[in-house]
């Protein structure tokens, strides 16, 4: 296989894995903000994101990080459920600063 074919796949792959992790939540939730976007808003703010969990639950805390595209954030806790590397989470929480990092306190996370 070339390399610019290996470099087109793999842009597709990317585009196309993006575009599941920002796709909206259930009929009737909160459409989901982009990370990116909801690290923009204040300290205060509600928001819904959906991504990929990076870091589990338990790694640190009872919290876990997700990713998506290229910005991720913490979330400060599981929601009474272990996450692992590579679940796709739905969280809605109140954006706060955790010692200096941006965290989303959880209302809801679910998958």
């Known amino acids: 296989m070339s390399l610019s074919l290996t ?10 894995s993006l575009a599941f992790v920002g796709a909206p939540a259930s009929a009737g939730g909160n459409a989901p903000t982009p990370i990116s976007s909801a690290r923009h ?5 509600s928001v ?3 991504g990929t969990v990076t870091v589990p639950s338990g790694a640190f805390d009872a919290g876990f990080a997700v990713q998506q595209g290229n910005s991720g954030i913490y979330v400060l806790d599981a929601g009474g ?13 109140t ?6 990092l941006l965290s989303i306190q959880p209302s809801a996370v679910s998958r």
């Open 81 to 93: 459920a272990a996450r692992k590397v590579g679940d796709v989470v739905t969280i809605t929480g």
């Open 48 to 50: 819904t994101v959906r």
């Open 7 to 16: 470099r087109s796949l793999v842009t597709a792959l990317a585009i196309a």
């Open 95 to 100: 954006l706060v600063d955790n010692f200096g």
């Open 41 to 45: 808003q204040a300290v205060g703010s």
